[in-house]
């Protein structure tokens, strides 16, 4: 079993669509959450960071961390052509725990919006 | 601007033949790492280091060695052992642990012809 699973989708929805992603974990020491956006062809670049649990809201994208359930959530609003990407979850733990000094990623959702 | 550079872009590799990525960064960051990623497979770590002259092995550092003579760069050659090299390399970094994530660059797109 993989300490970070994630559905690959691909997940096609249309033009102003509420996006839901999810990633699933393992590992109880996992403290720091982030949410990374990938185009095609392109390096990664991080989107969304969350410190244990709670929400996180930044424009259209809110982030959430369940840690008794050990999931968390990206929600996009009003999804745009322009959010058509790869989306990968990413965690790690506090130092002392397995992992310290290395992120954690999922799979990674590729997402299409349509206009 | 600070960032992340990786070069080349596109790399081009015949059988037998080591090549060696690039990856320079003016962050001042400590950690630096080597991911490879294949089409739904995602992020896979081949090498990582916390400090200059010291690395460690990823889950997939078969076929691959690194050197970290200084902090700004963190080279990967891709040797004849590994067998299946075809895929995008990405090169990250970190201030120091994963804490507050990585800066990725841009990736290289290697090919076995």
């Known amino acids: 079993q993989k300490e970070v699973e994630q559905d690959p989708g691909p997940l096609s929805v249309p033009e102003g669509a509420i996006v839901s992603l999810n990633c699933t974990y393992s590992n109880s020491a996992f403290q720091y959450f982030m949410w990374y956006r990938q185009y095609s062809r392109k390096g990664p670049e991080l989107l969304m960071y969350?410190?244990?649990?709670g929400n996180k809201e930044d424009g259209r994208f809110t982030a959430q961390v369940d840690k008794s359930s050990k999931y968390i959530s990206l929600f996009i609003r009003d999804s745009q052509p322009s959010d058509s990407a790869t989306y990968l979850c990413a965690m790690t733990g506090v130092l002392g725990s397995s992992n310290t000094g290395k992120l954690i990623f999922g799979q990674g959702t590729t997402l299409q919006v349509k206009p | 601007d600070g960032g992340i550079t990786q070069s080349p872009k596109y790399l081009f590799r015949k059988e037998g033949q080591n090549v060696t990525l690039s990856c320079e960064q003016n962050l001042n960051h400590d950690a630096m790492y080597w991911y490879r990623q294949d089409p739904g497979q995602g992020l896979r770590l081949i090498y990582y280091s916390q400090i200059v002259n010291d690395f460690q092995k990823g889950d997939i550092a078969e076929g691959y060695s690194v050197s970290r003579e200084k902090k700004e760069s963190f080279p990967l050659t891709v040797t004849s052992a590994q067998k299946n090299p075809t895929a995008f390399y990405l090169c990250?970094?970190?201030?120091?642990?994963?804490?507050?994530?990585?800066?990725f660059g841009s990736g290289t797109r290697l090919t076995v012809v």
């Open positions: 990250a970094s970190s201030i120091g642990g994963a804490n507050y994530g990585y800066t």
């Open positions: 969350t410190y244990s649990s």
